[in-house]
């Protein structure tokens, strides 16, 4: 299945304290190679997110699709 977010979309989060989140990574696309070690997408989630503006203490929040809506596309 095809995913409907890409990286680099903005996204509201259903369950988010913050008002925007970046899509980091996707099912196609699970790593995330700016974390070390590398970061793998846990089974069973859509997509990795962090909120914005992205800061040092930024948690990374795998998610699932039906708890996101798209904000901007990248």
């Avoid at 977010?5 to 925007?20: A, E, P, R, S």
């Avoid at 190679?33 to 859509?46: I, K, R, S």
């Avoid at 962090?50 to 800061?55: A, G, L, N, V, Y």
């Amino acid at each position: 299945m095809q995913a409907r977010y890409k990286t680099g979309n903005i996204v509201k989060f259903m369950f988010g304290k913050d008002l925007q989140y970046i899509i980091i990574g996707t099912k196609e696309n699970p790593i995330v190679p700016d974390f070390l070690p590398l970061t793998m997408l846990p089974d069973g989630y859509d997509y990795f997110i962090r909120k914005i503006p992205i800061d040092e203490f930024s948690p990374l929040l795998p998610v699932f699709e039906q708890h996101l809506e798209l904000i901007s596309e990248k």
